[in-house]
């Protein structure tokens, strides 16, 4: 801000916006500049003006607005004039770090066809006779920064193919940098116009309509740049991860911290459900009388409680251990007091959950101790009521009337039990959703995407048998996400950033056998990972209890595990996140169908219908026997073959 960037445009085009000292500029305007006929092989430049970075009246949102701001100019322009006051670049080079990983995150989506832009440094108010030359070492330092960093986030996005900051962003240090003296010479109003600020902005003006020409054979029309606006517009909107970072570094020390964070709580989690199903629900189950239920349930919420304590204590220590020997902990201490809130908050919601499934499991062990006990009281009450419908029932009566009598009795029986107290809660497709969003924080978009694009509510147990081998057509067609790229040889990767893409993918290489044979070889690899999938839901299904996210991590972590271990020696390509994602939701809707029927049988074995129709059946025949005028011995011999 306050750069002189209106002022610089006004000088090279010779156009009117609006100048002044402080934020004069709000948004972004744009003006059409003729060029000479016969000159260029264009007609117009549109010559954007934008507000200025770094404003102080936006306070805090500074970071997210000037990163949304820069991303859009240089996504629109094809050379993009970047004004400085003075030799300080540091400033915009945090913003450049943000710009190259949305760009590379939005290339990744297939959002933007050729995202590859030209970015010019002026430097005014440095009238110093060699400052280019003085500067150089500095220059060269910050395109060394920028290198590095783009190899860091393309690696971490893994794109293979990004190697420098001008695979995305063009940009020469020896060509593109140009320092100027200031305006005036001496002080406004009475001060002349400084000839040396108007022969350098002639220059520049002169390199930049250089650039173009050099560049491009082709050239925009109005029709094809609103477009360029429209797509560039939404991926931005779409991109609600990056651009909230002050630099990529930070950016690196989140993913890093979330990363911990997110694997601190599977332990709590897993840790706490344990306990549950294999300690307190046995326990339980050695209760046989009321008094023997209520008192274990007590020693048990004592005991979870504890666990509990001992779980977030274990947990905290490991994070403020993290926190500390960290290698970005200068950049992490900022979450520092966020995390550890909302790992209390997150273990004392786990705890309440895992409490209203012991007492669940209270309510349905008391349900036993009570049926034992009223078992002998029904069974002397189903011969006082089955002599009497004996005597008011006429011989031969229909079974359907017996059947209602009895259903009428079975009813008053019900009625003494304790009602019906299971919680359902969020449903299994939920908890996976909850998962994929925790475990892939940076690609909800993508996970949205997939999860609309397989649908698990409409795989049924015979549907998943379907997708047990993986195809093609599942893996690569009908995508929108870039995340398989050929591996190019070293003098094909300056241009493979800006190719074109096919099929949802990034290709340089023209060589179709290639990409076949690639794709044919991932489909395998995908494969011997998901038999490795099938092996795991099968032993998961065996479960006897609630589906719990830790099953969903289960297979996630069987599918990224396979697919690093597999890739490792895989030379022919190189995949992306974006590839584990769609084959851990494929696995996951493979193992769907799965995990609702244990999670169904389990319930259903749990309530108090499950437990009583284990003996309405006998009560049921004893009934029918009385009424129909059986002798003791059929009502006994009944009874001994169904106990």
């Known amino acids: 801000q306050s750069s002189g960037k209106s002022t610089l445009l006004n000088t090279m085009f010779g ?31 549109a010559v954007i003006d934008t507000e200025g970075l770094r404003a102080p009246e936006l306070g805090l949102d500074k970071y997210r607005h000037d990163n949304e701001l820069a991303t859009l100019v240089l996504g629109l322009g094809d050379v993009t004039v970047i004004n400085l006051k003075g030799e300080n670049s540091a400033e915009i080079k945090d913003i450049l770090q943000i710009v190259v990983h949305a760009f590379i995150r939005m290339k990744m989506a297939n959002r ?16 110093a006779v060699g400052a280019k030359e003085k500067m150089m070492d500095q220059n060269c330092k910050m395109q060394e920064d920028l290198d590095k960093i783009t190899r860091e986030a393309a690696e971490g996005e893994k794109v293979a193919s990004v190697r420098c900051f001008s695979d995305i962003i063009s940009f020469d240090s020896d060509k593109d940098i140009f320092y100027m003296s200031d305006l005036w010479l001496g002080d406004p109003p009475m001060a002349p116009v400084n000839p040396g600020y108007s022969h350098k902005v002639t220059e520049i003006k002169t390199h930049i309509l250089h650039c ?14 609103a477009l360029r606006i429209k797509d560039l517009w939404t991926a931005i909107m779409s991109e609600d991860f990056v651009f909230s970072f002050r630099n990529s570094i930070e950016m690196k020390a989140y993913n890093l911290m ?32 009321s008094k023997s239920v209520h008192q274990t349930k007590e020693r048990l919420k004592i005991e979870l409680h504890r666990l509990q304590d001992n779980c977030e204590t274990n947990g905290m220590d490991r994070l403020m251990k993290f926190f500390d020997e960290n290698p970005y902990s200068e950049q992490t201490i900022q979450w520092k007091s966020n995390k550890a809130n909302s790992l209390s908050e997150y273990v004392r919601s786990l705890g309440g959950e895992v409490t209203r499934k012991l007492e669940q499991f209270c ?24 002599r009497k419908a004996a005597e008011e029932m006429p011989e031969g009566c229909p079974d359907d009337e017996v059947e209602k009598k009895f259903e009428s009795l079975w009813k008053k029986f019900l009625g003494d039990l304790p009602p019906e107290r299971i919680e359902y809660g969020e449903s299994v497709l939920s908890r996976i959703e909850n998962f994929l969003r925790e475990c892939y924080p940076k690609e909800r978009q993508v996970i949205r995407d997939y999860l ?27 995508d929108n996400n870039s995340f398989f790229e050929i591996r190019l040889k070293k003098r094909e990767r300056a241009q493979q950033f800006g190719s ?100 169904q049988r389990f319930r259903d074995s749990c309530s108090i219908k499950a437990k009583t129709d284990k003996i309405k059946e006998r009560i049921r025949n004893m009934f029918f026997n009385m009424v129909r005028r059986q002798s003791g011995a059929k009502i006994a011999a009944d009874y001994v073959r169904t106990t």
């Open 258 to 289: 979330e990363s911990e964070f997110f694997d601190v709580k599977r332990r709590c989690d897993v840790q706490l459900n344990e306990w549950l199903t294999k300690t307190a629900s046995i326990q339980l189950q050695k209760c046989t009388t």
């Open 500 to 599: 074109t893409f096919t099929g949802g993918f990034i290709f340089s290489d023209p060589n179709e056998n290639a990409k076949d044979e690639a794709k044919s070889e991932l489909t395998e690899i995908s494969n011997r990972v998901f038999r490795q999938v099938k092996t795991e839901v099968a032993d998961i299904s065996k479960s006897t209890r609630w589906f719990e996210e830790t099953d969903a991590s289960r297979v996630q972590k069987v599918v990224a595990d396979g697919l690093n271990r597999e890739l490792t020696d895989f030379k022919r390509a190189t995949t992306t996140i974006i590839f584990e994602i769609k084959v851990v939701i494929l696995a996951l809707r493979y193992a769907y169908p799965h995990f609702v029927e244990f999670d």
């Open 212 to 225: 173009l020409d050099e560049k491009y054979k082709t050239f925009l029309g109005f029709d094809d740049f």
């Open 363 to 386: 309510d349905l062990q008391l349900l036993e101790t009570e049926q034992k006990s009223k078992q002998s009281q029904w069974e002397k009450a189903i011969f006082i009521e089955a």
């Open 452 to 478: 609309d694009q397989f649908n698990f509510e409409h795989c049924s147990g015979s549907r998943a048998e379907e997708i047990s081998d993986l195809t093609e057509q599942q893996l690569f067609e009908n």
């Open 15 to 45: 156009l009117k916006f609006a100048v002044s000292a402080g934020r004069c500029t709000r948004g972004a305007f744009l003006q059409l500049v003729p060029v000479e006929p016969g000159s260029s092989k264009f007609d117009f430049v």
């Open 112 to 127: 933007m066809q050729d995202l590859r832009r030209r970015c010019i440094f002026v430097h005014q108010n440095v009238p």
